[in-house]
């Protein structure tokens, strides 16, 4: 009987402590959820950004890829043009060159006719008319030569004019190339500039999406650990509301049979009195004095907490960082439900008050944790400790050192988290403390 009801008050110590806990591992399990449903929308939103980049990034880079084709067929045509205006640079040269060494010849065929005949021989055959058939033939001779030596000159010039008009278009059509293939590599480094710009912002976008992939599988598995935590306390708690209610059953239960027990003596020895009555005189009846009743209920160390209002002792020396509902970092949702106090790694921290340690264990977001029940609905929390010098169960004085200022639970500095729950609802732990 005696155990059974050790284990019942053991379970209403403890369940304040884990119906605490469960409130603020679903408190964050509520909002990892929201962290998650926020992160999932913003991830939507960076592939579709990514998707509609890669879009244009693909339409960029094809019009690039049809420049390019562009550019080449240009540059073959300048080098088919170069090619023939090379051909006809060699020909005009050569026709050039006919043209010198026919007018050489010319030359010397008129200085050779002049000199064989010359005007005095063509003024002889007119006034010389003895033989009309002989000056008919060289008459006629010398209009054929006239006649070609004409002829060749024309068809000379003709071909260096035609010549010089096909340099001329040649020279033409290709400064209207060059124009061109400038104005297309003006537009190709214009492309290149904004495929470079858009590579950028994809790059980003990538490492923006990866940086949110790593966040929400992060916040997945915090919501994993953190439903694991709550089932655990589930199960604790259901486990030991039925301890407690099997507990309290046998209790009764043994009470029956101590009072069945009781009421069986005192018939008995009524019925034993009653024959000794009826067998001699009765003695004189002995005065009976009953004892107040105790219950261990309520039982407190050092003093009421709920009295204590204004009056604790800080649990270390030290300077505020952060106070209670202070938001926490960036998150405007996230508020502080008890302070943060600068103090140096290795600084004991003290009991504020008396009770007992129902935690005493790494908790995620509070590292090292110790949690003092006070009775009555009453919790202290310690978080963030370097190391913890009471076991769960164990009873503290106010005062007393239970744990070692740390930066445990993932905090960038040193430094104590401390918190006060009333009846599982956070309370600001300057209201409790002096100055």
Known sequence: MLRALILLALSCLLSPAFADERAQTQQQLDSTRQDIAELKKTLGKLQEEKAGVQKDLKATETDIGNLEKQVEALQQALKKTEGELERLDTEKKKLQSARVEQQRLIAIQARSAYQNNGREEYLK???????????????????????????????????????????????????????????????????????????????????????????????????????????????????????????????????????????????????????????????????????PMVSSDGASYGGAFSAARGKLPWPVNGRLLARFGDARGSDARAKWDGVMISASPGTQVHAVHGGRVVFADWLRGAGLLVILDHGNGYLSLYGHNQSLLKSAGDIVKAGEAISTVGDSGGQDAAGLYFAIRQQGRPTDPAQWCRG
């Open 125 to 291: 055959l007119l006034l010389n008319q003895q033989n009309p058939e002989k000056f008919a033939r060289t008459l006629t001779y010398y209009d054929y030569l006239s006649k070609a030596r004409l002829d060749q000159l024309k068809a000379f010039n003709e071909t260096l004019r035609q010549l010089a008009n096909v340099e001329q278009d040649i020279s033409r059509q290709q400064e209207q190339l060059l124009a061109q293939r400038a104005d297309l590599d003006s537009r190709r480094q214009a492309l290149d500039a904004e495929r470079g710009k858009r590579q950028q912002v994809l790059a980003k976008l990538n490492s923006d999406v990866k940086d949110h992939d790593q966040k929400l599988q992060a916040r997945e598995q915090d919501q994993a650990d953190l439903a694991k935590v709550l089932k655990t306390i589930e199960e604790t708690l259901a486990r030991q509301a039925r301890e407690a209610e099997e507990a309290r059953k046998k209790a009764l239960l043994a009470q029956q049979e101590a009072e069945k027990r009781r009421q069986q003596e005192a018939l008995a020895a009524a019925r034993a009195d009653k024959a000794e009555k009826e067998d001699a005189e009765p003695p004189k009846k002995a005065r009976t004095t009953l004892g």
